[in-house]
């Protein structure tokens, strides 16, 4: 696949997605929720299938793969703090704002809810993503796991890119203001991918460590987004047979690439 149709991919799938929250006004958690358990369940098998392999096969020390997926494990638990984890579900729609207060009236504990879109600017949470998209594209030029990587990214922009725009309206934002900050999201990967293809083109990374090094650290961002949206995404983590069957099929899914 060319470069120029991988880049027009990651930017309409974006807007097609927003396009279609602002057409059919897409408001249900439940929806958004099995999109994220199917994008989850998507990347950590990809992640286990195809991208740790290829990053252990690729650098010979395996100490500094492992220090190098959890430096993206930790840089991606910084950027929650500017996001505010909506990269992995949290936010909260206004329907499940309401069962929250509700719930928490019969309860004794206090849990506030920083990620409220009332409580933080969502050009600040979308500051964060556009960081966490602009890393994600570093390694994507780079070595065998170019189009593994793509559909990760792909399949993990879909429902980012649903809720974004749905905290974008929610927030009274105009639905032009809603697109332009959906379309600058788009931007992101693709600009980390050009711009450091450009400053460290792939003829200088002879032994492909910079590449790799490069997917380390997205498969340590991947592996936080994608177990924190498997293991945080239900309250009061009751059983859910239709999230289970989704997680399968992102299981497969990702299985069946190879």
Not at 147 to 176: C, K, R, Y
Not at 213 to 237: C, K, P, Q, R, Y
């Amino acid at each position: 696949m060319s470069i120029l149709l991988k880049i027009a991919i990651l930017i309409g799938s974006v807007l097609l997605c927003g396009g279609l929250v602002l057409i059919f006004q897409i408001r249900s958690s439940k929806s958004i929720k099995l999109l994220l358990s199917y994008s989850g369940a998507f990347i950590l098998a990809l992640c286990v299938f195809h991208l740790l392999p290829e990053v252990y096969e690729g650098i010979s020390n395996p100490i500094l793969s492992g220090c190098l997926i959890l430096g993206g494990f930790l840089i991606q638990l910084l950027l929650d703090y500017i996001s505010g984890g909506i990269e992995h579900g949290h936010i909260h729609l206004p329907e499940e704002s309401k069962t929250h207060q509700h719930s928490h009236e019969h309860h004794s504990h206090n849990h506030s809810h920083d990620y409220h879109p009332v409580m933080k600017s969502p050009w600040l949470l979308m500051t964060g993503l556009c960081i966490h998209a602009l890393i994600e594209g570093i390694p994507l030029l780079y070595g065998k796991t170019g189009d593994e990587l793509f559909m990760a990214i792909i399949f993990h922009n879909i429902p980012i890119s649903v809720m974004l725009m749905t905290l974008f309206l929610m927030s009274g934002q105009s639905a032009l203001k809603s697109m332009l900050a959906l379309f600058i999201f788009s931007l992101m990967t693709p600009i980390g991918a050009l711009l450091t293809s450009y400053i460290f083109p792939s003829a200088l990374d002879i032994n492909g460590l910079f590449g790799f090094g490069a997917l380390a650290v997205v498969i340590g961002i991947f592996l936080h987004i994608s177990t924190t949206i498997l293991f945080e995404n239900d309250e009061h983590h009751r059983f859910n047979i239709i999230k289970l069957i989704t997680i399968l099929v992102g299981f497969a899914s990702a299985f069946l690439i190879g």
